[in-house]
């Protein structure tokens, strides 16, 4: 369900995009997906291929990049990207602390990888 309701906003906030720009088809719409979004690229595309039904996106293909998560050391300041560890599931690493591939601290946070993003769309524009 989590899923459907991504889709369902990038179908919105696409087809808005598209009625102001004098769009006359949407061939495909790009997104970035944090890996904290917990969202299955499979199951985004199966998603965003129902709701754009009957809309300008109808027949559009959604081509979804994976963002790494990112993390900031609280202790030792190294930033970078977060590494799971290996015996804590991913679907619970985001509210577990991850260790500081650095120093092996607990103290850090989560500085990105937790949302999605239209990057663009790519379209087809009718003559003014």
């Known amino acids: 369900m989590h899923e ?3 889709a ?3 179908v919105d906030a696409a087809v808005q995009a598209a009625e102001s720009h004098n769009v006359k088809k949407v061939n495909a719409v790009n997104v970035e997906v944090g890996e904290f979004t917990f969202l299955i690229p499979e199951q985004l595309e199966f998603n965003f291929e129902i709701a754009s039904k009957k809309t300008i996106l109808e027949g559009a293909k959604l081509n979804v990049k994976k963002v790494r998560g990112r ?4 202790q030792c300041a190294h930033e970078g990207e977060a590494q799971l560890q290996d015996d804590i599931p991913s679907q ?5 602390p991850m260790k500081c591939p650095k120093c092996q601290s607990s103290a850090t946070v989560i500085t990105g990888g937790k949302d999605f993003v239209i990057t663009n769309i790519e379209a087809e524009v009718s003559a003014p």
């Open 8 to 10: 369902c906003s990038i």
């Open 71 to 74: 993390i900031k050391c609280q």
């Open 92 to 96: 619970v690493a985001i509210f577990a």
């Open 4 to 6: 459907f309701s991504a």
